[in-house]
């Protein structure tokens, strides 16, 4: 199967220890952003898996990130459209692939396979967003027979 995610998608960030009525509970640091990306990421995979049960077995996933460019790698005045020469090709900076795709693979779980630990080939590429492809992430997930 696979699907777009519209958005910007957000890294799985690292976690903080609070503690409250004399419990201490493990979050997100980046929470307030990170759960409706996941939620987005679940709700599509859930309408893909139409009323399919949750995968078991090996699985196979591939994630293209498209991630918005920044506004310095363009021009000025005239030019403000055109991309400077000196643009990075490819977006070698934050936010990390693996804490994107650790997002990703957690909004799956329960709805696309068990566990994450069913996954054995993962494939995860981060691009530069453009006029045809939109901030998001677009998401192959296959059984591995």
């Not at 995860?124 to 901030?135: E, L, S």
């Amino acid at each position: 199967m696979e699907f777009m995610v519209h958005g910007l998608p957000i890294p799985q960030g690292s976690k903080s220890v609070i503690q409250s009525k004399g419990r201490t509970f493990l979050v997100d640091q980046n929470r307030d952003n990170l759960k409706p990306w996941r939620q987005e990421v679940a709700s599509v995979a859930a309408a893909e898996m139409d009323g399919d049960l949750v995968w078991s077995g090996p699985i196979y996933i591939k994630v293209m990130f498209f991630l918005p460019r920044p506004r310095g790698h363009f021009g000025k005045g005239r030019n403000e459209e055109r991309l400077r020469p000196t643009a990075p090709i490819a977006p070698h900076v934050k936010p990390d692939v693996d804490k994107l795709t650790r997002a990703i693979l957690d909004a799956l779980t329960g709805i696309v396979f068990h566990d994450d630990a069913q996954v054995v080939d993962l494939y995860a590429h981060k691009v530069y967003a453009d006029d045809w492809r939109h901030p998001g992430a677009m998401v192959e997930v296959r059984k591995v027979v």
